[in-house]
């Protein structure tokens, strides 16, 4: 290696090894067993490297775990039904409301979808709020996207007692192939997990807001991270929309 490339390298680590000291010794000094130190300057390290909060940086990790969980079973949907042998059920007629006698195709998931859109909507002026420090224009808004989140849930709700009443089953379907229940009820009823966490979620931060919980340390970064975990529920919605209703 020459002189040029070794000595830019050579003086990164040293600084790299200068931080990673500064951390330890401030362990040491706060009395940290010296079994952790290494674990500690490691760590700090790679919040250094990142220049990311933990709370933010465990978000996204989190986030990228279930990015994986619900792409396999997506994949996992369209290989079933591309496979099937057995004609897959309509969803324009599966979805269907007959309001006065008149069939109206997916009029219920496109409120839905509505409510949820609109609800990323809200919580991005949550989030923008918080930054201002305005915790109670910011809990308002926490508290009306969790409001549209239950109403998404509510209908998501009713979608799932009319499909059973009609005689949908996870290991059966009037209507045409029985792998449509278990894909269907799994993959809403995952997301509606997720929906339903996020809305309690959201309340107790407002909450939180509301008591001041946060105004003495000025950090508001908690709304941030939820509206994280908010506008990627938002984003799956979009593929289960796009794959369960309109393929």
Not at 121 to 133: E, K, P
Not at 158 to 171: A, M, N, Q
Not at 214 to 241: A, M, P, R, T
């Amino acid at each position: 290696m020459s002189a040029s490339w070794a000595n830019p390298l050579s003086a990164r680590r040293s600084a790299e090894a200068a931080a990673a000291d500064r951390v330890v010794g401030r362990a040491v000094a706060a009395g940290a067993p010296a079994g952790w130190r290494g674990l500690i300057a490691d760590w700090s390290s790679d919040r250094q490297a990142f220049k990311v909060s933990w709370g933010k940086a465990m978000m996204w990790i989190f986030l990228l775990s279930d990015t994986f969980v619900f792409s396999c079973f997506l994949t996992g949907y369209m290989t079933v039904r591309t496979g099937s042998a057995v004609p897959w059920p309509n969803a324009s007629h599966v979805f269907s409301l007959n309001i006065g006698g008149t069939e109206l195709p997916l009029l219920l998931i496109a409120i839905m979808t509505f409510v949820l859109i609109t609800s990323s909507g809200t919580m991005a002026m949550g989030v923008n709020f918080a930054y201002r420090r305005d915790r109670v224009n910011a809990a308002t808004m926490m508290i009306l996207t969790a409001g549209l989140g239950e109403t998404f849930v509510g209908m998501q709700a009713f979608e799932w007692t009319k499909l059973i009443l009609e005689g949908v089953r996870p290991w059966g379907n009037p209507m045409g192939a029985a792998q449509f229940g278990s894909s269907f009820f799994m993959i809403t009823g995952f997301h509606g997990l997720h929906v339903t966490g996020g809305v309690i979620l959201l309340l107790i931060v407002a909450i939180r807001l509301l008591r001041g919980s946060y105004e003495k340390s000025g950090n508001y970064q908690i709304v941030e991270i939820v509206g994280l975990y908010w506008h990627f529920v938002d984003l799956v919605w979009v593929f289960i929309f796009a794959l369960f209703y309109l393929w």
